[in-house]
């Protein structure tokens, strides 16, 4: 290795033969080849013309002889004007192939975050509807027994009773609901009381209810009768748990599929808080310790721009905000009309950007993260989109926190 990503820079280098190897950390955690230099070629000038720390690794894959040309040799070929455009053209040509290369890294980084959060997501509800599917299963096992006991009991004329109408319970009330209850069960010598009891009070059953259902029921069928209510109950709450599941899974699918865009033209009207209220649900798990408040007006214009990218906007702002407080904050997002614009701010409370930094965080390939954590162009790409949709993003930062403000044309 003869260049260290993050190093000063003190010389560049010729290659008289052999080949470089030029890498640069991702934000997946791995490296990331930016391309190779070969006999001829020159690396290492660019950050000696910005005097700024080196962006990217370089390596000998092969026995390799190279000329080191130290800062001040640089400084004196820069008088040769033929130098100096050889030189501007190889500078240009090699940042559009990094940034090429890094911005395609950046958007597969971006696909495999929101494909993790949607792991995040969908596991729960999923392993909700798998667990309740072997209960369901349990229970209806059980229901049948209880039920053929009862049919062999009563004959074809059995009437079996019915619950009230759910009543809406505080939690205090709800506790007490079905203390009552499962301590009648347990005089009942009904088997489970404290696991039935939630599923009866779920259903609209009372204590008094239950006991006047089973009012009259000899002795030795009583039992059967109260377990087969209690079961049917438990069977209902299953059944409501599984739909809760399902609608989740469903709802995580739509979302993501309204937040890709897919089937759906480059540009369109687009609602920015659907898109915003999409990302935060895409980043839930993230946003875990986050308190977050949104402040949306009502009847908020449309924008006209491409929806997939403007929700990209969204996730790198909001994905910065949650990374800027660790131990948890605040997260305030605001959209509001502004006469022929949209504006929407993205702040948080975290300990704020240094005044030294906050001028070059939208630069290509700037980050304050730690090699490995970031591309540095997560925020240039959010600024290269509001730019191309014909709007301006600023930042204001202090002490108390950070905010984006982004300012988009309304359809209006």
Same mark, same amino acid.
């Given at each position: ?5 993050? =190093? ?5 280098? *010729? ?5 470089? *190897?030029?890498? +640069?950390?991702? @934000? ?9 230099? &070969? ?38 070929? $820069? ?33 495999? +975050?929101?494909? !993790?959060? #949607? ?12 667990? =309740? ?10 229901? @049948? ?53 939630? !599923? #009866? ?29 209690? $079961?049917? !109950? ?18 995580? *699918? ?5 937040y890709s865009f897919l ?11 659907? &898109?915003?209220? /999409? ?6 798990? +993230? ?21 997939? /990218? ?20 605040? $997260?305030?997002?605001?959209a509001s009309n502004d ?36 591309? &540095?162009? @997560? ?18 930062? @202090? ?14």
């Amino acid at each position: 290795m003869i260049i260290e990503e993050g =190093s000063h820079s003190e010389e560049m280098y *010729v290659v008289v033969d052999g080949e470089l *190897v030029v890498t +640069k950390h991702s @934000g997946g955690g791995k490296d990331v080849e930016l391309g190779r230099i &070969g006999p001829g070629d020159v690396v290492g000038e660019i950050a000696l013309l910005d005097d700024a720390p080196r962006t990217a690794t370089v390596s000998a894959m092969v026995d390799t002889h190279a000329i080191r040309v130290p800062v001040s040799a640089f400084e004196d070929l $820069l008088s040769d004007s033929r130098v100096v455009r050889r030189m501007f053209r190889t500078v240009t040509s090699r940042l559009r192939g990094i940034e090429d290369t890094l911005r395609h890294e950046e958007r597969m980084a971006a696909l495999g +975050k929101m494909a !993790a959060q #949607l792991m995040h997501e969908l596991n729960n509800p999923a392993a909700a509807v798998a667990r =309740s599917t072997q209960e369901l299963a349990r229970l209806q096992v059980e229901l @049948g027994q209880e039920a053929g006991a009862l049919a062999a009991m009563f004959g074809d004329g059995i009437d079996l009773p019915g619950a009230e109408d759910r009543p809406t319970l505080s939690p205090l009330e709800r506790g007490d609901a079905e203390d009552a209850i499962a301590t009648w069960l347990e005089d009942q010598d009904i088997a489970d009381p404290w696991d039935i009891a939630p !599923a #009866l009070v779920d259903g609209g059953w009372t204590r008094a209810a239950l006991e006047k259902a089973v009012a009259g029921v000899p002795d030795e069928t009583r039992s059967h009768l109260t377990r087969w209510i209690g $079961l049917r !109950a438990a069977s209902d709450q299953v059944v409501d748990e599984l739909g809760i599941g399902a609608r989740r899974i469903s709802e995580l *699918v739509r979302v993501v599929k309204e937040y890709s865009f897919l089937d759906r033209a480059p540009i369109q009207e687009v609602d920015v808080t659907s &898109g915003i209220r /999409d990302t935060l649900i895409l980043l839930k798990h +993230k946003l875990r310790s986050v308190d977050v408040r949104l402040e949306f007006d009502d009847e908020l214009h449309m924008v006209e721009a491409p929806g997939r /990218d403007l929700n990209q906007v969204w996730t790198n702002l909001i994905d910065n905000a949650a990374d800027a407080m660790d131990e948890g904050g605040e $997260l305030l997002i605001t959209a509001s009309n502004d006469d022929d614009e949209i504006v929407v701010t993205v702040g948080d409370n975290g300990p704020g950007i240094p005044a030294d930094v906050a001028s070059r965080i939208f630069d290509p390939f700037f980050t304050t993260k730690e090699p490995g954590k970031g591309t &540095g162009l @997560g925020l240039h790409t959010v600024h290269t989109i509001i730019a191309r949709t014909g709007g301006t993003i600023e930042v204001s930062s @202090g002490d108390s926190g950070t905010t984006f403000e982004v300012r988009l044309p309304a359809v209006v």
